[in-house]
Protein backbone atom coordinates (compact mmCIF):
# COMPACT_ATOMS: atom_id res chain seq x y z
CA UNK A 1 0.00 0.00 0.00
CA UNK A 2 2.96 2.28 0.99
CA UNK A 3 5.11 2.07 -2.32
CA UNK A 4 0.94 2.16 -3.87
CA UNK A 5 0.63 5.82 -2.48
CA UNK A 6 4.74 6.55 -2.82
CA UNK A 7 3.98 5.98 -6.95
CA UNK A 8 1.02 7.95 -7.40
CA UNK A 9 2.42 10.90 -5.49
CA UNK A 10 5.02 10.56 -7.99
CA UNK A 11 2.93 10.44 -10.89
CA UNK A 12 0.67 13.55 -9.46
CA UNK A 13 4.18 15.56 -9.27
CA UNK A 14 4.84 14.84 -13.20
CA UNK A 15 1.00 15.76 -14.59
CA UNK A 16 -0.18 19.43 -14.69
CA UNK A 17 -3.33 19.80 -12.36
CA UNK A 18 -5.16 20.98 -15.47
CA UNK A 19 -4.07 17.71 -17.75
CA UNK A 20 -5.26 15.56 -14.41
CA UNK A 21 -8.73 17.85 -14.16
CA UNK A 22 -9.52 17.24 -17.82
CA UNK A 23 -8.61 13.19 -17.75
CA UNK A 24 -11.55 13.01 -14.72
CA UNK A 25 -14.33 15.33 -16.76
CA UNK A 26 -13.11 13.22 -19.70
CA UNK A 27 -13.28 10.11 -18.12
CA UNK A 28 -16.77 10.59 -16.06
CA UNK A 29 -18.00 12.20 -19.49
CA UNK A 30 -17.28 8.95 -21.76
CA UNK A 31 -18.86 6.70 -18.83
CA UNK A 32 -22.24 8.60 -18.79
CA UNK A 33 -22.88 8.87 -22.27
CA UNK A 34 -21.05 5.89 -23.70
CA UNK A 35 -23.63 3.86 -22.87
CA UNK A 36 -26.79 5.67 -24.15
CA UNK A 37 -28.28 3.67 -26.52
CA UNK A 38 -29.65 3.73 -29.85
CA UNK A 39 -30.60 6.45 -32.31
CA UNK A 40 -30.29 9.30 -28.73
CA UNK A 41 -26.70 7.39 -28.00
CA UNK A 42 -25.04 8.09 -31.80
CA UNK A 43 -26.80 12.32 -31.11
CA UNK A 44 -25.97 12.74 -27.48
CA UNK A 45 -22.25 11.17 -28.19
CA UNK A 46 -21.83 13.31 -31.16
CA UNK A 47 -22.88 16.50 -28.88
CA UNK A 48 -20.80 15.55 -26.32
CA UNK A 49 -17.30 14.45 -28.31
CA UNK A 50 -17.43 17.56 -30.54
CA UNK A 51 -16.89 19.48 -27.38
CA UNK A 52 -14.43 16.80 -25.80
CA UNK A 53 -12.48 16.04 -28.80
CA UNK A 54 -9.62 18.51 -30.60
CA UNK A 55 -12.27 18.37 -33.55
CA UNK A 56 -14.75 16.01 -34.84
CA UNK A 57 -16.56 17.06 -37.95
CA UNK A 58 -20.06 16.30 -38.91
CA UNK A 59 -22.42 12.96 -37.17
CA UNK A 60 -20.37 10.65 -35.72
CA UNK A 61 -21.39 6.91 -35.27
CA UNK A 62 -20.18 6.24 -32.25
CA UNK A 63 -22.16 2.52 -30.51
CA UNK A 64 -21.86 1.89 -26.97
CA UNK A 65 -18.82 1.27 -25.25
CA UNK A 66 -16.16 2.69 -27.13
CA UNK A 67 -13.56 4.22 -24.55
CA UNK A 68 -11.68 7.18 -25.76
CA UNK A 69 -8.37 9.14 -23.70
CA UNK A 70 -7.20 11.96 -24.07
CA UNK A 71 -9.62 13.30 -26.38
CA UNK A 72 -8.30 16.87 -26.33
CA UNK A 73 -5.37 15.38 -29.34
CA UNK A 74 -8.24 13.34 -31.06
CA UNK A 75 -8.84 14.46 -34.55
CA UNK A 76 -11.73 12.79 -35.98
CA UNK A 77 -13.64 13.70 -39.88
CA UNK A 78 -16.78 13.36 -41.05
CA UNK A 79 -18.87 10.30 -40.72
CA UNK A 80 -16.79 8.20 -38.51
CA UNK A 81 -18.54 4.66 -37.13
CA UNK A 82 -16.86 2.77 -34.51
CA UNK A 83 -18.44 -0.41 -32.93
CA UNK A 84 -18.49 -1.69 -28.99
CA UNK A 85 -15.43 -2.34 -27.01
CA UNK A 86 -12.72 -0.14 -28.97
CA UNK A 87 -10.48 1.35 -27.25
CA UNK A 88 -8.61 4.76 -28.31
CA UNK A 89 -5.73 6.56 -26.43
CA UNK A 90 -4.77 9.59 -28.26
CA UNK A 91 -1.70 10.32 -25.97
CA UNK A 92 0.22 10.52 -28.69
CA UNK A 93 -2.13 12.19 -31.10
CA UNK A 94 -4.62 11.06 -33.44
CA UNK A 95 -5.93 12.07 -36.64
CA UNK A 96 -8.77 10.27 -38.82
CA UNK A 97 -9.85 11.91 -41.84
CA UNK A 98 -13.51 10.83 -43.41
CA UNK A 99 -14.98 7.74 -43.32
CA UNK A 100 -13.44 6.09 -40.96
CA UNK A 101 -14.96 2.95 -39.91
CA UNK A 102 -14.02 0.65 -37.10
CA UNK A 103 -14.96 -2.88 -35.75
CA UNK A 104 -15.71 -3.89 -32.38
CA UNK A 105 -12.86 -5.15 -30.11
CA UNK A 106 -10.09 -2.53 -31.92
CA UNK A 107 -7.21 -1.14 -29.88
CA UNK A 108 -5.62 2.04 -30.95
CA UNK A 109 -3.41 3.56 -28.88
CA UNK A 110 -0.76 6.22 -30.08
CA UNK A 111 1.89 5.78 -27.59
CA UNK A 112 4.57 2.72 -25.97
CA UNK A 113 6.72 2.39 -23.38
CA UNK A 114 10.56 2.13 -23.36
CA UNK A 115 11.62 -1.88 -22.53
CA UNK A 116 15.21 -1.37 -22.38
CA UNK A 117 17.06 -2.14 -19.13
CA UNK A 118 15.48 -4.06 -16.51
CA UNK A 119 14.66 -1.02 -14.14
CA UNK A 120 12.45 0.85 -13.31
CA UNK A 121 9.30 -1.51 -14.31
CA UNK A 122 7.49 -0.87 -17.66
CA UNK A 123 4.28 -0.51 -15.19
CA UNK A 124 6.62 3.20 -13.73
CA UNK A 125 7.65 4.35 -17.15
CA UNK A 126 5.85 7.30 -18.39
CA UNK A 127 4.38 6.46 -21.96
CA UNK A 128 6.62 7.58 -24.97
CA UNK A 129 3.76 9.79 -27.48
CA UNK A 130 3.91 8.31 -31.07
CA UNK A 131 1.05 9.82 -33.40
CA UNK A 132 -1.22 7.87 -35.20
CA UNK A 133 -2.64 8.78 -38.78
CA UNK A 134 -5.91 7.56 -40.43
CA UNK A 135 -6.80 8.43 -43.76
CA UNK A 136 -10.23 8.57 -45.83
CA UNK A 137 -12.33 5.57 -46.18
CA UNK A 138 -10.52 3.38 -44.08
CA UNK A 139 -12.12 0.23 -42.49
CA UNK A 140 -10.50 -1.60 -39.52
CA UNK A 141 -12.04 -4.75 -38.77
CA UNK A 142 -13.04 -6.56 -35.71
CA UNK A 143 -10.10 -6.79 -32.66
CA UNK A 144 -7.45 -5.43 -34.65
CA UNK A 145 -4.34 -3.56 -33.34
CA UNK A 146 -2.58 -0.52 -34.82
CA UNK A 147 0.23 0.23 -33.17
CA UNK A 148 1.70 3.62 -32.18
CA UNK A 149 3.19 5.78 -34.69
CA UNK A 150 1.61 4.07 -37.49
CA UNK A 151 -0.07 5.97 -40.99
CA UNK A 152 -2.78 3.99 -42.44
CA UNK A 153 -3.00 4.91 -46.03
CA UNK A 154 -6.55 5.99 -47.67
CA UNK A 155 -8.55 3.53 -48.49
CA UNK A 156 -6.97 0.50 -46.46
CA UNK A 157 -8.73 -2.72 -44.82
CA UNK A 158 -7.20 -4.24 -42.25
CA UNK A 159 -8.59 -7.58 -41.62
CA UNK A 160 -10.08 -9.29 -38.23
CA UNK A 161 -7.31 -9.58 -35.49
CA UNK A 162 -4.61 -7.84 -37.62
CA UNK A 163 -1.77 -6.27 -35.71
CA UNK A 164 -0.32 -3.33 -38.15
CA UNK A 165 3.44 -2.82 -37.57
CA UNK A 166 4.12 -0.70 -40.59
CA UNK A 167 2.26 1.75 -42.58
CA UNK A 168 0.23 1.38 -45.12
CA UNK A 169 -0.10 1.90 -48.46
CA UNK A 170 -3.20 3.59 -50.44
CA UNK A 171 -6.02 0.99 -51.22
CA UNK A 172 -4.36 -2.13 -49.46
CA UNK A 173 -5.63 -5.02 -47.89
CA UNK A 174 -3.98 -6.25 -44.62
CA UNK A 175 -4.42 -9.51 -42.81
CA UNK A 176 -2.40 -11.56 -39.95
CA UNK A 177 0.19 -11.23 -37.81
CA UNK A 178 2.49 -9.11 -38.26
CA UNK A 179 0.11 -7.41 -41.05
CA UNK A 180 0.69 -8.29 -44.77
CA UNK A 181 -1.03 -7.56 -47.96
CA UNK A 182 -2.49 -9.48 -49.48
CA UNK A 183 -4.09 -7.37 -52.41
CA UNK A 184 -5.40 -3.97 -52.94
CA UNK A 185 -8.73 -3.01 -53.72
CA UNK A 186 -8.01 -1.31 -57.32
CA UNK A 187 -10.07 -4.69 -58.96
CA UNK A 188 -13.28 -3.51 -56.82
CA UNK A 189 -12.79 0.55 -57.69
C1 LIG B 1 -9.62 -8.58 -44.74
C2 LIG B 1 -10.93 -9.00 -45.38
C3 LIG B 1 -11.73 -7.76 -45.75
C4 LIG B 1 -10.51 -9.76 -46.63
O1 LIG B 1 -11.65 -10.10 -47.34
P1 LIG B 1 -11.47 -10.84 -48.76
O2 LIG B 1 -10.58 -10.05 -49.63
O3 LIG B 1 -12.84 -11.12 -49.24
O4 LIG B 1 -10.65 -12.12 -48.37
P2 LIG B 1 -11.02 -13.65 -48.58
O5 LIG B 1 -12.18 -14.01 -47.73
O6 LIG B 1 -11.11 -13.90 -50.06
O7 LIG B 1 -9.73 -14.35 -48.01
C5 LIG B 1 -8.48 -14.34 -48.68
C6 LIG B 1 -7.50 -15.16 -47.85
O8 LIG B 1 -7.17 -14.44 -46.67
C7 LIG B 1 -7.55 -15.16 -45.50
N1 LIG B 1 -8.12 -14.18 -44.57
C8 LIG B 1 -9.16 -13.35 -44.80
N2 LIG B 1 -9.35 -12.54 -43.75
C9 LIG B 1 -8.42 -12.88 -42.83
C10 LIG B 1 -8.13 -12.39 -41.55
N3 LIG B 1 -8.81 -11.38 -41.00
N4 LIG B 1 -7.10 -12.94 -40.89
C11 LIG B 1 -6.36 -13.96 -41.45
N5 LIG B 1 -6.61 -14.47 -42.67
C12 LIG B 1 -7.63 -13.92 -43.36
C13 LIG B 1 -8.58 -16.17 -45.97
O9 LIG B 1 -8.59 -17.31 -45.14
C14 LIG B 1 -8.07 -16.48 -47.36
O10 LIG B 1 -6.97 -17.35 -47.25
P3 LIG B 1 -6.72 -18.53 -48.35
O11 LIG B 1 -6.49 -17.79 -49.65
O12 LIG B 1 -5.50 -19.21 -47.83
O13 LIG B 1 -7.96 -19.33 -48.36
C15 LIG B 1 -11.84 -9.84 -44.45
O14 LIG B 1 -11.46 -11.17 -44.43
C16 LIG B 1 -11.90 -9.31 -43.00
O15 LIG B 1 -11.10 -9.67 -42.13
N6 LIG B 1 -12.90 -8.45 -42.80
C17 LIG B 1 -13.17 -7.88 -41.50
C18 LIG B 1 -14.49 -8.41 -40.98
C19 LIG B 1 -14.87 -7.78 -39.67
O16 LIG B 1 -14.04 -7.62 -38.80
N7 LIG B 1 -16.12 -7.37 -39.56
C20 LIG B 1 -16.64 -6.71 -38.38
C21 LIG B 1 -16.16 -5.32 -38.26
S1 LIG B 1 -17.13 -4.12 -39.12
Do not use: C
Not at 88 to 103: E, F, K, Q
Not at 122 to 146: H, S
Amino acid sequence: MKDAAAFLRGKLRDVPVSAIAFSQAEALLVALVGWVPGVPGFVVRTLFYKMLFKRLSGMAWIQPGVTFVETNRLVVGKNFGVNTGTYINAIGGITMGDYVLIGSNVTISSGRHTIEGRMPPVFARPAVPLPIVIEDDVWIGAGAVIMPGIRLRRGTVVGANAVVTRDTEEYSVMIGVPARKIRTRDAEA
